[in-house]
């Protein structure tokens, strides 16, 4: 099938399938005799394979490596295994952050509300963003 028919039937446009020719995550169709890509059926579940990769959470380099093992004949599944869990790791690390940071502005926006913009002095940049004090330590 031409690039066209393969883009129509991916849902991705011809430029984007070029883009993963390129960058080795499809490999070079053969050619008609007229120069123009001839994709095999098979072209249509790699692409399909990436964009659910992707939706996964995989990078490009990451699915690149996934189809190595896979093209190489090796069955990829505990190399797909371990990208997952250090996914799973780097999300729980990112909303242990994110609570965090939620904690904090949550704290910000009491500060602010109670917050007289009349108080502050010309010295002062934001008494919202300045580092509380703590009364328990400042007696």
């Known amino acids: 099938m031409r690039i066209g028919e393969l883009a129509a039937a991916s849902g991705l ?18 050619r008609t ?18 964009r659910d990769a992707q939706g996964a959470g995989l990078s490009l ?23 997952i869990d ?20 949550r704290g910000l926006a009491r500060r602010a509300a109670a917050t007289d913009p009349a108080a502050c002095t010309e010295d002062e940049i934001c008494t919202i963003l300045a580092p509380a004090h703590d009364p328990k330590v400042d007696r």
């Open 13 to 30: 446009t011809t430029k984007t399938i070029r883009f993963y020719e390129q960058t080795g995550l499809m490999p070079g169709p053969p």
């Open 86 to 105: 250090q996914h799973l790791a780097d999300i729980e690390c990112r909303l242990a952050e994110l609570t965090a940071t939620r904690e904090v502005l």
């Open 33 to 50: 005799p007229s120069g123009y890509r001839d994709y095999p059926e098979q072209a249509k579940a790699r692409l399909d394979f990436i």
């Open 61 to 83: 380099a990451e699915i690149r490596s996934v189809l190595a093992l896979r093209d190489g004949g090796q069955a990829p599944c505990a190399h797909v295994t371990a990208l």
